[in-house]
């Protein structure tokens, strides 16, 4: 069965270091890999993902994600982080079977990110 | 543009009273309709999908059901809540054309927070 894992409930960074925000995956299949963002009480948020191509992909808000397909990884990360940017992370995979059926996502269970300044 | 509304934003209803969440999506035809639940605001557990009206896939055993009555259309029920139905519920959406559907990310709602007491 498919499934992501985020292996740090919380990561905390000072403003202005690097930060990553670790996910690992297991499907069948190829992986479509997702980021979002989530702000208290509200709706998650689209940041980036992998489809196919440049292992590295670029998202919103100056976010980038590394996909490793040897260590089934694809960690979220930043080269300076700002304090706007604490909020909780979903990494999710949707286990593509074809045009012709429905597929999941599956959220990983959040990593809290707290910047502080 | 797309947009996708839910409502209650919030709800609170004793035990063994009935649900009913409503989520519509405008803008697109023929989307792929999701329900999650994300308790004690972590991770998100896929509840029901949608790929047409009147198709309704459900991932886990639970209390509640789901329609999808119109095409842009997904309710959420219950007939009698349980103190277990708390949560933040949202409902998302992708696009359901046969090209880009696999490729998709999701776009959420605002969810609605439901508390049974």
């Known amino acids: 069965a498919q499934s992501v894992a985020q292996p740090e409930d919380q990561v905390n960074v000072a403003e202005g270091n690097p930060l990553t925000v670790k996910c690992t995956y297991s499907?069948?299949?190829?992986?479509?890999l997702f980021w979002y963002v989530q702000y208290p009480n509200r709706g998650l948020q689209f940041l980036l993902k992998?489809?196919?191509?440049?292992?590295l992909v670029k998202g919103s808000y100056g976010f980038e994600a590394e996909f490793n397909k040897s260590q089934t990884s694809f960690h979220l990360k930043k080269p300076s982080a700002l304090v706007s940017d604490s909020a909780l992370y979903f990494c999710?995979?949707?286990?593509?079977?074809?045009?012709?059926?429905?597929?999941?996502?599956?959220f990983g269970s959040g990593t809290r990110l707290s910047i502080r300044p | 543009s797309q947009t996708i509304h839910q409502w209650p934003a919030t709800l609170v209803q004793p035990v063994g009273s009935p649900l009913s969440l409503e989520c519509t999506v405008e803008?697109?035809?023929?989307?792929?309709l999701y329900w999650y639940r994300q308790a004690a605001g972590r991770g998100l557990q896929l509840l029901f999908y949608?790929?047409?009206?009147g198709q309704i896939s459900s991932e886990v055993p639970q209390n509640l059901s789901a329609s999808r009555p119109q095409d842009r259309q997904f309710i959420l029920s219950s007939k009698k809540l349980l103190l277990s139905d708390s949560g933040f519920y949202l409902c998302?959406?992708?696009?359901?054309?046969?090209?880009?559907w696999g490729l998709g990310e999701l776009f959420f709602g605002e969810g609605s927070r439901l508390t049974v007491l």
């Open positions: 803008g697109t035809s023929n989307p792929n």
């Open positions: 999710a995979v949707r286990d593509f079977k074809g045009y012709s059926s429905a597929s999941k996502i599956i």
């Open positions: 992998y489809i196919t191509g440049d292992n």
């Open positions: 949608s790929v047409g009206i």
């Open positions: 499907v069948s299949g190829n992986p479509y």
């Open positions: 998302a959406w992708t696009p359901g054309t046969s090209l880009s």
